[in-house]
Nanobody
C-alpha cells in the first residue's frame, strides 16, 4: 500500500491550501484515512479523519471550522482543505490509512494507522 501526499507550500496567514493524498488500495479494503501533522520540535498530532464507507468526519479542536476533509472514491484520494491558515499550522502534514479488520479504538490515534504517506510541508508566515 502506498500513500502519496501533495499540495503543501508557503503561504501567508489567512490564505488557503489544499492537500491531496492518493491511496493505492481498493475502497472495499479501506476503513479510514486521516491527516496528522508534526511541527518543529513537536510530536505528531491528529488533524482530521474520514471513515471511508460512512463518510463520517472528525477534526481536532484546533482546526474545526477552518479545515475540511473530503474524499474522491473514484480517485481513491483524500483531501484536506486548509482555510484561514495561521502560523501555528506550520508543520509537515502526513496522510495515513487503516484497513478493515483491525480493532480500532480511536481514529485520532497515531498507532491506529498502518500506512503513512511521505509528508508534505506547510509553512504559514505571519
Amino acid at each position: 500500500v502506498q500513500l502519496q501526499a501533495s499540495g503543501g507550500g508557503l503561504v501567508q496567514a489567512g490564505e488557503s491550501l489544499r492537500l491531496s493524498c492518493a491511496a493505492s488500495l481498493g475502497a472495499g479494503m479501506l476503513y479510514a484515512m486521516a491527516w496528522f501533522r508534526q511541527g518543529p520540535g513537536k510530536e505528531r498530532e491528529f488533524v482530521a479523519a474520514l471513515a471511508w464507507g460512512s463518510g463520517s468526519k472528525s477534526y481536532a479542536d484546533s482546526v474545526k471550522g477552518r479545515f475540511t476533509v473530503s474524499k474522491d472514491n473514484d480517485k481513491m484520494t483524500l483531501y484536506l482543505q486548509l482555510d484561514n491558515l495561521r502560523p501555528e499550522d506550520t508543520a509537515v502534514y502526513y496522510c495515513a490509512a487503516v484497513e478493515w479488520g483491525k480493532t480500532i479504538i480511536s481514529l485520532a490515534r497515531v498507532n491506529t494507522y498502518d500506512y503513512w504517506g511521505q509528508g508534505t510541508q506547510v509553512t504559514v508566515s505571519s
